[in-house]
């Protein structure tokens, strides 16, 4: 009797334990398409700038322009949003910009008129950023918002990846252009998928109470702040000169990132490296993030600290290959690598201190803050790499970088 009595106690454990695992709602799969578009076709533009006639600085201003815009159109929509407590309009929005923008790309003649459709298409996109993120917080009950937000940004992730590796493939035998409206096509499902399975929502976010969500999975294309959920803005005391080294970090980014394609395309290598480039660098992150996140414990800092090692491990490794032409692919592959796989520990890290050194009152606004200077690091790291490149060179670009994760890493230093 007593052994039927302990198993019945374990399967009721068992059975309890899984019961508060939710069933994820089926409209997350409808930004699989949306993430296979926007994956495959993230490195087209700086690669269609450089073919048009473009430049370092050129390919600089456009993601500097395309960031600002984003960053703008993240906070517009998600305001518009909670002021009208709907939803699905605006992530159908962000769908349909996709097929739409990717069309008018590829009929472009122009560096100038790239960037243009380029920052308009930003503004546009950043309808879902926020917004989704609200529906998923409706869409389940809160003790379970951690796992809601990891899976959404898992399956949305997998797919960034996906359409990374099509991107490989196609771009063997098709043209700038023919790329573009391939993923324009590949990006239509989504529109008709979310207008089936997604169901408004019509609630309001206290956006203060809600506790801080990093991009689970990968760093997207432009290496930009992803998660703009809290607008507010606040500076708690002991997290100033945190921010001042996520400022040094993000800059490093906008430095490092946008440019990283334009050397390996003015060393004659073609999209097909690029995009292997870009497939190492997400799948790696991918494949740590749970692992780090699992183990990240109480020692925030310290796994800040080693992410941040591992990124200055990657500008040191470009350094080095702007000096070493023959050494270039090699090292470029090895940079890229270590670049996601920092990223695994940076990402998860930096939002959970911020998250923890907060009061309870003040965690969205110190988040509001967050996202505000990441973004303005970027922004600016984004602006001033292609003129830095066009004069000292991307060594010396790269050797910014470098010093900039130093400041970043001397700051955080016990």
Not at 283 to 311: C, D, F, H, I, P
């Amino acid at each position: 009797m007593s052994q039927r009595v302990a198993v019945a106690v374990r399967n009721a454990s068992v059975a309890n334990r899984y019961r508060y695992i939710p069933k994820m709602p089926r409209w997350f799969y409808s930004f699989v398409p949306f993430k296979v578009a926007t994956g495959g076709s993230s490195a087209l533009v700086s690669l269609y700038l450089l073919e048009l006639g473009g430049n370092a600085s050129t390919v600089g201003l456009t993601f500097a322009l395309g960031s600002l815009a984003s960053m703008l159109g993240a906070l517009f929509w998600g305001r518009v949003s909670d002021r009208t407590l709907r939803r699905k309009p605006f992530i159908l929005l962000g769908f349909a910009s996709v097929p739409l923008f990717l069309t008018a790309m590829a009929f472009v003649k122009t560096p100038a008129q790239l960037i243009a459709v380029n920052t308009v298409y930003a503004f546009f996109l950043a309808s879902t950023l926020s917004v989704p993120i609200a529906l998923v917080l409706r869409s389940v009950r809160k003790h379970s918002w951690d796992h809601a937000i990891g899976k959404f940004n898992e399956i949305s992730g997998w797919g960034w990846v996906l359409g990374l590796v099509l991107g490989f493939g196609l771009s063997r035998f098709l043209t700038m252009p023919q790329l573009f409206l391939a993923f324009a096509i590949l990006g239509l499902p989504s529109f008709f998928m979310g207008e089936r399975m997604i169901r408004e929502a019509p609630i309001y976010i206290n956006r203060r109470a809600i506790k801080a969500f990093g991009n689970y999975v990968v760093e997207k294309a432009r290496y930009f702040p992803s998660f703009i959920l809290h607008t507010n803005l606040s500076l708690p005391e002991g997290l100033g000169r945190f921010y001042v080294a996520f400022l040094l970090f993000w800059v490093s980014a906008g430095i490092y990132f946008p440019q990283m394609p334009v050397l390996l395309t003015s060393e004659g290598y073609t999209r097909e490296v690029v995009y292997l480039a870009l497939i190492a660098n997400s799948a790696v992150s991918a494949m740590n993030y749970t692992r780090v996140g699992a183990a990240m414990g109480r020692e925030k800092e310290g796994v800040l600290r080693k992410g941040l090692l591992l990124r200055a491990g990657a500008f040191a490794t470009m350094v080095l290959g702007a000096l070493l032409s023959p050494a270039l692919l090699p090292l470029a592959f090895a940079s890229y690598i270590l670049a996601g796989y920092s990223w695994a520990f940076i990402g998860i890290s930096s939002t959970a201190i911020v998250s923890e050194r907060a009061g309870e009152k003040e965690k969205g606004s110190a988040m509001g803050t967050y996202n505000v200077v990441s973004s303005a690091g970027y922004i600016t790291g984004s602006a001033i790499s292609g003129a830095l490149i066009s004069s000292a060179g991307f060594g010396a670009a790269f050797g910014l970088g470098l010093a900039l994760i130093g400041g970043s890493l001397a700051l955080l230093k016990k």
